[in-house]
T-cell receptor
Framework: SAVISQKPSRDICQRGTSLTIQCQVDSQVTMMFWYRQQPGQSLTLIATANQGSEATYESGFVIDKFPISRPNLTFSTLTVSNMSPEDSSIYLC?????????FGPGTRLTVT | QKEVEQNSGPLSVPEGAIASLNCTYSDRGSQSFFWYRQYSGKSPELIMFIYSNGDKEDGRFTAQLNKASQYVSLLIRDSQPSDSATYLCAAHTGGFKTIFGAGTRLFVKA
């Protein structure tokens, strides 16, 4: 299994600013992902964080808005740039270990 | 578009009963299927996965897969109030990409 931690756990940010979320896994993993979950909704995949190369973004998500880094096999960051109230959501880091996918505790972001 | 469909519920069962949660998927190329439990305000927690047709049991949980019908289910025996949560069904497509259903809310009444 994999234990995933995220920082910060929550934040309230002003419109137009940026927030970087950190994700740390307790073991080396092959795949890391970033998801967004609106209240009462399911998970939406933002991107796959690729180690040593640019992330792979899903339709509707772009690098300028959600830059992602993954410098090694255990760590990744997601930045939410130029935030607007529509970016208010829970952002979840996820990792695949073996055959199973695990999730971090999430970062609850509120943009005012 | 690849989709995973679930009844949003809520599904309400009395304590001690069997809760049956169902899911269908559209992509016949999906290889494996996962059930997650998500308590309110928490992140999803993996319960079990299945990739072969038939049943797979783990404690009070049984996952069932029928690839011909593109149907996955999760049975929870002897349901407890602590089982009250949203249950997410997920399908792995190629490249470890996971498609999640919207989830079914389960309420177990004491």
């Amino acid at each position: 299994s994999a234990v995933i931690s995220q920082k910060p756990s929550r934040d309230i940010c002003q419109r137009g600013t940026s927030l970087t979320i950190q994700c740390q896994v307790d073991s080396q993993v092959t795949m890391m992902f970033w998801y967004r979950q609106q209240p009462g909704q399911s998970l939406t995949l933002i991107a796959t964080a690729n180690q040593g190369s640019e992330a792979t973004y899903e339709s509707g998500f772009v690098i300028d808005k959600f830059p992602i880094s993954r410098p090694n096999l255990t760590f990744s960051t997601l930045t939410v740039s130029n935030m607007s109230p529509e970016d208010s959501s829970i952002y979840l880091c996820s990792a695949v270990s073996g055959y199973e996918q695990y999730f971090g505790p999430g970062t609850r972001l509120t943009v005012t | 578009q690849k989709e995973v469909e679930q009844n949003s519920g809520p599904l309400s069962v009395p304590e001690g009963a069997i809760a049956s949660l169902n899911c269908t998927y559209s992509d016949r190329g999906s290889q494996s299927f996962f059930w997650y439990r998500q308590y309110s305000g928490k992140s999803p927690e993996l319960i079990m996965f299945i990739y072969s047709n038939g049943d797979k049991e783990d404690g009070r949980f049984t996952a069932q897969l029928n690839k011909a019908s593109q149907y996955v289910s999760l049975l929870i025996r002897d349901s407890q109030p602590s089982d009250s949560a949203t249950y997410l069904c997920a399908a792995h497509t190629g490249g470890f990409k996971t498609i999640f259903g919207a989830g079914t809310r389960l309420f177990v009444k004491a």
